[in-house]
């Protein structure tokens, strides 16, 4: 089963637009991350937030966590065409034992158009 | 310096067949990952490895799936008796964390198998 779910299921905007993808989990976790794959690829790695934090950037990128309301949005500012691919956000469990694995939710497809 | 590598890119089998994906994880990399993933949907975890051991296998689906890491390294997962459900991009992922805490998982770039 997967623990996350992200919102929407796909998302078309301009070059230029901003884009913002929402994440929600069930359990009480360590870290959240967020993940890219471009079609036919595998996942990279995009930012990391622990469940002590509430916001972290990088680059054009922003990622806010709310652990009372478990949920996560990670914002794309600017967005490019080369911003188009799949999103994943993802959790580890702080409890149980499911411990160290990564489970991930169904994605975001985001939609760049020049 | 190389990435994870997974062999074969590409298996096409037929139902009833035994399959062995192999997985090369980054040197030094104690954590290894194995997820299925479907077209469309987020990767399935389906086991996960700290050294040697599996340190949780709940997301095999049954047990015609096995996963092996005998030298803390190299990764295989076996499947036997294909079945057409089985089709998807298995792919696999390699970490440095330690127990606790799940760090930055680095992917390959999977295994795409068709069951006929």
């Known amino acids: 089963s997967q623990q996350g779910e992200e919102d929407p299921q796909a998302l078309s905007i301009q070059e230029g637009e901003n884009a913002t993808m929402n994440c929600s989990y069930k359990?009480?976790?360590?870290?959240l991350q967020w993940y890219r794959q471009n079609s036919g690829r595998g996942l990279v790695h995009l930012i990391l937030i622990r469940s002590n934090e509430r916001e972290k950037h990088s680059g054009r990128l922003r990622v806010t966590l709310d652990t009372s309301k478990k949920s996560s949005s990670l914002l794309i500012t600017a967005s490019r065409a080369a911003d188009t691919a799949s999103y994943f956000c993802a959790t580890d469990a702080r409890y149980g034992g499911s411990q160290g694995n990564l489970i991930f939710g169904k994605g975001t497809k985001l939609s760049v158009k020049p | 310096g190389a990435g994870v590598s997974q062999t074969p890119s590409n298996k096409v089998t037929e139902k009833g067949k035994y399959v062995e994906l192999r997985c090369d994880p980054i040197?030094?990399?104690?954590?290894l990952y194995w997820y299925r993933q479907s077209l469309g949907q987020g990767p399935e975890f389906l086991i996960y490895f700290q050294g040697t051991g599996a340190a949780d296998d709940s997301g095999l689906p049954n047990d015609r799936f096995f996963a092996v890491r005998p030298e803390g390294s190299v990764s295989t997962l076996k499947i036997q008796r294909t079945e057409r459900g089985d089709s998807a991009v298995y792919l696999c992922?390699?970490?440095?964390?330690?127990?606790?805490?799940?760090?930055?998982?680095?992917f390959g770039e999977g295994s795409r198998l068709t069951v006929l």
């Open positions: 359990t009480s976790i360590n870290n």
């Open positions: 992922a390699s970490s440095l964390q330690s127990s606790g805490n799940t760090g930055e998982l680095f």
């Open positions: 040197s030094g990399h104690t954590a």
